[in-house]
């Protein structure tokens, strides 16, 4: 009999891998939590037929399961928040664990063991969710609520809490984990995709105060996770209750509080900041439906201030913003086995003078208004006791401008940037839709436990704009020295390079994504677990295979075999939950930006023409070439190619380490973290002949072109790789001190190692195309030494106390030129002889150090609560230095300048209210 059942399961098995792969449309990692556990008697043994209910203890909404054969339970799927958990058998006493706090991505596990009652009997204990998690191997950490409401945040952008967690990378405010940035991350809210597909970064924002937790995964994703190679964000939005509340607040901020003087003019800058805001919820239907909607308004004038050494163009100028966080939510569960969701948000902000700082003059600068909007709606469908399905569908929607505060064409100098940036004036605008699936299925009891899930995701990114065309909007001037007045052509060098597009620059690019993942979490012993997957991306839009290219001609192959196979485990050592070493391997595909995509494609079709003269005159570099001429006399231009053989980039990562949960509420981890890049993208100028001695490009002025038809000719290619290693340490305590100042805290330390021969997601160019081992060296991201810690602590009379504390050793200086010898446009060249300058080969001449603080007192009034703040931003007004310039030959070289960052601010100070019913 038993045998016939081992077969019966491996059939069952093999049937639910097989039908599910074909299900609806999915791939979710939703943001949602699990409750795992198991039900036994006083002498140990499993009790099979227990009835577990888990109730929402806001909601009051509820899911109930029965244990299986070996006494264990599974609840995938159930929303975040605090729970009430009933197990109960007939003939013995009912338990009740209280307040279990589940969170975004926690699986948590619960042990019940139940004494044998003459009367029915219940017993009610308090429960504690464990600080380490004994059932996954990917290294991850959460931010709180609490964390998310009380920590203080200098322009409360919630997004800088990810600094908080263990692997995290950067000064606060930087979004990266290992080698990849902003533009390798993945941005998730309430299980929809919300990351850019044209430059990376996030396609929306939301209010600090719509934020309820999120979690941050920055290695060893699971099979759910792809299209990224950088950190992971897993963010969840408030919701309604069955009580009503609301909340009004205000933050506000005035350079004539209590403002440190500037580093850089020895006095006050203006600085101006209101942040007031309304949210509330409550039920439609109490236990079945709720709502919650927030508004924000954000108002800020700070002072932007270039540093170029000509005191005529160091000139203060406002880089105010403005911003406005719209958001309105529903919640329902028609049935114990059904619950949806829709939310949507509406962010729409305007910044003046960006870009204006370091060696880049006022004129250089734009502004920027941008409307962003977004959609989710969720389903999770509860099917049996050991099948569920989570539905997510959405979109992202935004619609963006850059206008230049000047007509000048752009002016290069060593020292000086002056005119309109070659990207403004423009228009862009994504519209990305998506619909994902997901089904899990729980098999208690072959070969130990198996959590099966798969599911298939489809995403189609559209991408559409036009950038500036013809002059003055689009043209560049390049020069090698600079000049004695900006202002005054006629004290000009001769310009070494100029540049310009001309003819139609817009653009339509769509990209349908299709993936697919199966992954099981296998439990072989109540100690040990396997995080077993396999995962598939397919992107259809990033190749133009309907097009040839005259200078790389044959089929553009695409990428299509990107499995990604992804292997962890999980030793629980003592089998008590307080000791785990986990670790394991994944490879990660990231997405190709489709900015890459569009440039090739507008260049082939004939739209437009990039023309560049080398050594040009300067009052007029096109000879009076027009767009027309370039077309009806076929003139040499310059081209864009994709590489025939582009590939998506790819991340292998490795992870080894132990966690442990000490007595009294703390714990302490240390991970080894490996991360190596590879078939990354870079761009390279190629129009050259090579100096077979050398190994230099031939000037194309004496030499000629290998494609004479073309001027420049940029490739992009996959050929670039990054390198990470790093040793992360993390500590945290939870309710913790004496009964009179109860508090929390985490920090993390880490130290690594950072190389890469690119610094991107996209166009990084190389300086010499015939040695791309020059490329080779440090990151820009490579800081040796990383701590933070935070904490929150209650005092006595309702006053809390909430800090951060950042120290991070010294960072890269992009180090480069303004020379073009041999006309492959600016780098690290030297000298003709072909010198160059390392790749990042200074540093910042200071660690960084910063201490924000917050007070805050609270006054209740019946229903009504009243709570006061006092922040400080930068304690000890520590000279944080940044925008160093790295231009060898500038006359500001490797000198700091002032910064708009609010991480390298001086001391501020901002007071808040909240008003909470």
């Not at 200071?846 to 917050?854: E, M, P």
């Amino acid at each position: 009999m038993e045998v016939c059942m081992t077969r019966w399961n491996a059939l069952l098995w093999a049937g639910f891998v097989v039908l599910t792969s074909f299900a609806h449309p999915a791939h979710a990692q939703v943001a949602q939590a699990e409750l795992r556990g198991i039900v036994l008697d006083e002498s140990g043994a499993a009790l099979p037929g227990a009835t577990v209910t888990a109730m929402h203890v806001d909601t009051g909404t509820a899911r109930t399961t029965v244990t299986t054969t070996t006494g264990a339970f599974l609840m995938p799927a159930l929303p975040v928040g605090r729970y009430r958990v009933e197990a109960a058998l007939t003939g013995f006493s009912t338990l009740v664990q209280e307040n279990l706090v589940l969170a975004v991505g926690q699986s948590a596990i619960v042990t019940f063991t139940l004494k044998v009652a003459a009367v029915q009997e219940t017993v009610t204990v308090a429960a504690a969710s464990p600080l380490i998690e004994t059932k996954k191997s990917e290294l991850s950490g959460n931010v709180n609520p609490e964390q998310v409401a009380s920590l203080p945040l200098n322009g409360r952008d919630w997004l800088s809490l990810v600094a908080l967690v263990p692997g995290a990378r950067g000064n606060p405010g930087t979004i990266r984990a290992g080698f990849g940035g902003n533009d390798m991350a993945k941005y998730q809210v309430d299980g929809v995709d919300v990351s850019g597909q044209c430059c990376g970064g996030s396609n929306q924002g939301y209010s600090q105060e719509n934020i309820q937790e999120f979690e941050v995964i920055t290695n060893r994703f699971d099979a759910e996770y792809g299209r990224v190679a950088g950190v992971v964000i897993n963010a969840i939005t408030k919701s309604g209750t069955n009580r009503t509340r609301a909340t009004g607040f205000g933050f506000f901020r005035d350079s004539d509080l209590a403002d440190a003087k500037s580093f850089f003019t020895g006095r006050v800058e203006p600085f101006h900041e209101k942040q007031i805001g309304l949210n509330g919820g409550g039920p439609i239907r109490r236990d079945k439906v709720f709502y919650f909607a927030s508004y924000e308004y954000q108002a800020r004038d700070l002072t932007a201030q270039p540093a170029t050494g000509f005191p005529q163009f160091d000139v203060s100028v406002n880089n105010g913003i403005t911003r406005h966080y719209t958001t309105g939510r529903v919640d329902m569960q028609p049935a114990t086995s059904h619950r949806l969701f829709v939310r949507t948000s509406q962010y729409n902000w305007e910044q003046l003078n960006v870009g204006v700082d370091g060696r880049n003059a006022v004129s250089n600068g734009y502004s920027r208004p941008s409307k962003n909007t977004d959609l989710s709606v969720g389903e999770t469908w509860v099917v049996s006791t050991r099948l569920v399905n989570e539905l997510r569908t959405g979109f992202s929607r935004i619609d963006n401008q850059l206008i230049s505060n000047s007509t000048l064409p752009l002016h290069t100098f060593p020292s000086i940037v002056i005119g309109s940036p070659t990207n403004s004036p423009q228009w862009w605008k994504e519209f990305n839709i998506q619909v994902n699936d997901a089904i899990s299925y729980f098999i208690p009891a072959w070969h130990g436990e198996h959590t099966l899930k798969t599911g298939f995701q489809f995403f189609r990114p559209k991408f559409w704009g036009a950038f500036p065309s013809g002059p003055p909007s689009g043209g560049s001037y390049t020069f090698s020295r600079d000049p004695i007045d900006p202002n005054d052509p006629k004290t000009y060098p001769a310009p070494s390079r100029y540049s310009i597009v001309l003819g139609d620059t817009s653009y339509l690019i769509t990209n349908p994504t299709y993936a697919g993942f199966f992954k099981d979490d296998w439990v072989v012993a109540h100690n040990l677990t396997l995080n077993l997957g396999i995962r598939y991306d397919l992107e259809t839009g990033t190749v133009n295979k309907d097009l040839q290219n005259p200078v790389e001609p044959g089929e553009k192959q695409g990428d299509y075999n990107n499995f990604a196979p992804r292997l962890g485990f999980a030793y629980d050592v003592g089998g008590d939950g307080r000791t785990v070493v986990r670790g394991g391997y994944g490879r990660n595909f990231d997405k190709v930006l489709l900015n890459i995509t569009s440039n090739e494609r507008r260049q082939l079709l004939g739209q437009f023409a990039t023309y560049t003269v080398l050594n040009p005159p300067y009052d007029n570099p096109l000879g009076g070439i027009s767009f027309d001429d370039i077309n009806r006399l076929n003139l040499p231009r310059n081209m864009t190619v994709i590489a025939n053989d582009y590939k998506t980039p790819t991340q292998d990562q490795l992870s080894i380490g132990i966690a442990r949960q000490l007595a009294g509420g703390y714990a302490v981890q240390v991970d080894y973290v490996h991360a190596d890049g590879f078939n990354e993208p870079r761009a390279r100028s190629i129009n050259f002949f090579e100096d077979a001695a050398s190994h230099l490009p031939r000037d194309p002025r004496i030499y000629g072109r290998p494609f004479p038809q073309y001027i420049d000719i940029t490739r992009y290619e996959t050929t670039a790789k990054s390198l990470y290693n790093a040793w992360q340490f993390g500590f945290q305590g939870r309710d913790v001190g004496p009964s009179w100042i109860r508090s929390q805290f985490s920090g993390s330390y880490t130290l690594s190692w950072t190389h890469s021969d690119h610094e991107s997601n996209r166009f990084d160019a190389v300086t010499n195309p015939f040695n791309l081992a020059d490329e080779w060296s440090f990151s820009a991201s490579d800081q040796r030494h990383r701590f933070i810690i935070n904490g929150l602590s209650r005092l006595p009379w309702s006053v809390n106390v909430a800090a951060i504390f950042f120290a991070g050793s010294k960072r890269p200086i992009n180090t480069r030129t303004n020379l073009d010898p041999f006309g492959t446009g600016t780098g690290r060249w030297l000298d003709a002889t072909g010198r160059t300058i390392p790749r990042y080969s200074e540093r910042t001449e200071k660690n960084d150090y910063k201490l924000d603080l917050r007070l805050s007192k609270e006054v209740r009034v019946g229903h009504v609560a009243l709570q006061g703040m006092l922040e400080a931003f930068n304690v000890f007004n520590t000279e944080n230095l940044t925008n160093y310039n790295g231009v060898f030959g500038a006359r500001t070289y490797l000198q700091p300048a002032a910064s708009t960052d609010t991480f390298y601010q001086p001391r501020q100070v901002q007071v808040g209210f909240r008003l909470t019913y």
